[in-house]
């Protein structure tokens, strides 16, 4: 299966200030997706990331706050922008596999502070 | 290494079997065992497990963690075919570079 290595793996951020993340995979994946886990929640997707494409957003979340990147079919960026205290949570990446790799790898997370 | 591993990888049954699903961990840092269920493409949380809340319940699904073998099993009875999905399992690692380190997850399919 795929590995993703996630950058940074925790922060701590003023408010109003900007942070970005990073998901770098071993190999080539078509989608990345972005997805926010608060404390004894549901995994929300944020958006999916498609080379080559606008990323597509879910409801609720906007290119704006969460602007992507997606440069080339092993890497993407998520940036939390203008950021405040509600924020505050952890930010994992995933890709899906192919054939017999069936399932989803996730990065290990950034957990984000914001003051 | 922190790492978790899931068994099986792969279930079929039929509707109406019961199923337990494998779950085992290697941190060092344990915080907390969560259990997901991914149909599409957000896996949607189903049970936290800690030190203090080792067994949860909630209709047909229930999970047990056992913190001396490092494991958890994630039990549903009565299966039926919306069951089908990736069973996915994962660990809060609280350490420095790491936070959740989670499982291959199981795909259990539910046959009619």
């Known amino acids: 299966s795929a590995v993703i290595s996630q950058k940074p793996s925790r922060d701590i951020c003023q408010r109003g200030t900007s942070l970005t993340i990073q998901c770098q995979v071993d190999s080539q994946v078509t989608m990345m997706f972005w997805y926010r886990q608060q404390p004894g929640q549901s995994l929300t997707l944020i958006a999916t990331a498609n080379q080559g494409s606008e990323a597509t957003y879910e409801s609720g979340f906007v290119i704006d706050k969460f602007p992507i990147s997606r440069p080339n079919l092993t890497f993407s960026t998520l940036t939390v922008s203008n950021m405040s205290p509600e924020d505050s949570s952890i930010y994992l990446c995933s890709v899906e596999g192919t054939g017999s790799d069936y399932g989803y790898t996730f990065g290990s997370g950034t957990r984000l502070t914001v003051v | 290494e922190d790492k978790v591993v899931q068994s099986p990888l792969s279930l079929v049954v039929h509707e109406g079997d019961t199923v337990t699903l494998n779950c085992s961990y290697e941190v060092t840092n344990f915080r907390s065992l969560l259990w997901y269920k991914q149909e599409k493409k957000a896996p949607t949380f189903l049970f936290m497990l800690?030190?203090?809340?080792i067994e949860k319940k909630s209709g047909r699904l229930s999970s047990i963690l056992d913190k001396k073998e490092l494991s958890s099993i994630l039990n549903i009875t009565a299966t039926q075919t919306g069951d089908s999905a990736i069973y996915l399992c994962a660990v809060d690692a609280y350490n420095y570079g790491q936070n959740f380190v989670f499982g291959p997850g199981t795909r259990l399919s539910v046959l009619p």
């Open positions: 800690t030190s203090s809340g």
